[in-house]
């Protein structure tokens, strides 16, 4: 099995599970992602992305990828699997030990919240192999890191270790290998404990392209003043504090 999966009452933890090839993504891994998202498509959970074997992923399979061809490329087999993922309605949390690099880092940069071990290591070292980092890097990652720091990243191929991704902020947190799981898992008790419809809400709403704010706030945030849980929630803020 490439994917592990654990299902929890409100999350699902999903473990790239081929530690043997240190992971990497090859159709079978993407096959298993699609799986993963039907599912979760029809049954919103939080969803927990994480390596084995002290890695997270450490690219795409090479021997697969060096028999693709042009119609391959045009079918974004990775890009899609990963636009999937990052369009899941509840947040999505990938826990980075080890290396993340190629379509691994990819992976990586469609969750909501990067969190990584103290060994983690990132990059995109597409263009020596004589291809380009095409399922997302070239337009999340400067979302999230900026142009210039992913210009750099990205036609350098440099790999970052986990303090710098810390600094340039494409990862929020850093933590020992053995606490990391126990960390992502915090992270989604936290957004666990808060209303669900608002949590799908705001992922939205970040989600969005500039051109389509305000109005995109104004109307989710329509929906959510009628909604019987806001009315209860915001009560009991209230009743608590007159305490």
Known sequence: MSVAIEYLEDRVVATLDQPERRNAIGQDTIDALHALCADLERHPRILIIS???GVFASGADIAELRERRAADARAGINAHAFIRIARLDLPVIAAIDGYALGGGAELAYAADVRIASTTARFGNPETGLGIIAAAGASWRLPEIVGRA???ELLLTGRVIDAPEALAIGLVSSLHDPADLLAAAH????????????ATIAMKRAIAAPRDRHPEID???????FESPEKERR????????KR
């Open 51 to 53: 390596g084995s074997g």
């Open 186 to 197: 915090a992270i989604a008790d936290s957004i666990s404990k808060h209303d669900r419809a």
């Open 149 to 151: 720091r992913a210009s």
């Open 218 to 224: 104004l109307e989710l945030q329509a929906v959510l």
């Open 234 to 241: 915001m009560t009991d803020f209230l009743e608590r504090r």
